[in-house]
């Protein structure tokens, strides 16, 4: 892992994006980096963790170029055989985080676009969490934080009765769905976890379909429950 302001240099330009052949190619002969390889980019939302910017390779064989974008920490990867997952992973043992981890791409010329697509899922993150993510494991949080108003629409239809209860009752209720949700919609796994009888749980979802009009039975339905409790999970204010 490699940080300085000479390596700053020749990243921004591909971190913004739309850079030239020549540009590329004179930042992959400063930076040792072939043109054409399995790149990922990272975007953090805290300092990088100084073990982070060791010089040398990991132990998978990946090579990491720490710059900045945007007022983010971002680094470049060359990738090891593990791919992107294995670069979240890193950051993870590093305490790293929050953090975004883009998809893989096959040239430094694509590094900007991945940048992006990093900083997005990095928007996915919890508010206060330390997360690491990678934005091919929240695909549809990702269209939600890219289309704000949107978003906000989405939460005042579904959830919008939900939302005028008070704290209390409205934690309840959302952590039922939760963990209903995690428990792969069985209501007994749930009742287990939440340590509370099945027909409370049961109860607890009848309301939430009430005061929501949707059913937890009807898949499109469910979808919109899905969707507006991530607009929730990502909103700085408490559920």
Known sequence: ??????????LGPL????????????????LGLPERGRYAVVVL????????????PDADGSRWWWGEAESREVAVVLLGPAGPARAAARLRELGAGPGGVSPEVGSLAEVGA???????????????????VRLD??????????????????????FGPLLTLVPAERSLLVETLETWLECGGSVGRAAARLGCHR??????????????ARSLSRPRELVDLVLALDVLRLSSAPP
């Open 137 to 158: 494991e929240r695909l549809p949080a990702a269209l939600l934080v890219s289309r704000p108003e949107l978003s906000t629409r989405l939460l005042a239809e579904v």
């Open 199 to 212: 027909n409370t749980v049961f109860n607890r979802l009848r309301r939430l379909e009430r005061l929501t």
């Open 45 to 56: 939302g805290t300092p990088v963790p100084d073990a982070a910017v060791a010089e040398g």
């Open 15 to 30: 971190l913004a994006g739309g850079a030239t052949p020549a540009l590329v190619t004179r930042a992959a002969r400063g």
């Open 114 to 132: 991945a940048r992006r697509l990093a900083g997005t899922a990095l928007l996915t993150c919890e508010p206060g969490s330390r997360e690491i």
């Open 1 to 10: 892992m490699r940080r300085g302001t000479r390596y700053g240099a020749l």
